[in-house]
């Protein structure tokens, strides 16, 4: 009978609601591209990415997750004309690039399970089936290689 009455339905709304406004508070994360290179990046990363990563159906486009501006593809602004779309990239360009390859960086607790080096890998290799096939050979490939150089800050402009 208590079951039924309003009563406890009142009361049951109140707890949920009560528990459900806590005050939740977290210490800001530390932002990944802080610890990064961009110098490094743009000689050596970005042009990996370019290369591998930008076509329209893949990261090419605006909607992609993981996106990567490059010549004669995807550009922060409509280019007006065909010279617009296939000059080199702006410093804005760039560092969106960078900023978007960085955000792999956040929150992993190894440079191994970062996705940028992880999801193209093949499956053989702890590789996390990327949706366009394995792009690294295995983590010997110089691409791999030259990327984890970058996240741990190992690596040099060539």
């Not at 042009?47 to 909607?63: D, E, F, M, R, T």
């Amino acid at each position: 009978m208590l079951r039924n009455s309003w009563g406890w339905r009142i009361a049951m709304f109140a707890m949920l609601v009560g528990s459900a406004c806590s005050v939740v508070e977290n210490e800001p994360a530390a932002d990944p591209a802080a610890s990064l290179s961009e110098q490094v990046f743009r000689c050596n990363v970005e042009p990996i990415l370019v290369k591998q990563c930008s076509y329209n159906a893949c990261h090419g486009i605006i909607g992609a997750s993981f996106r990567v501006y490059s010549p004669g593809k995807l550009r922060s602004a409509v280019p007006a004309d065909i010279d617009g779309a296939i000059a080199p990239l702006t410093d804005q360009e760039h560092h969106a690039n960078f900023e978007s390859a960085a955000g792999f960086s956040f929150g992993i607790t190894s440079v191994d399970d970062n996705w940028l080096l992880r999801k193209p890998l093949p499956s053989r290799e702890g590789g996390y089936e990327h949706a366009g096939g394995a792009i690294w050979r295995g983590i010997g490939d110089p691409q791999y290689v030259a990327i984890r150089a970058w996240a741990t800050n190992t690596g040099a402009c060539k």
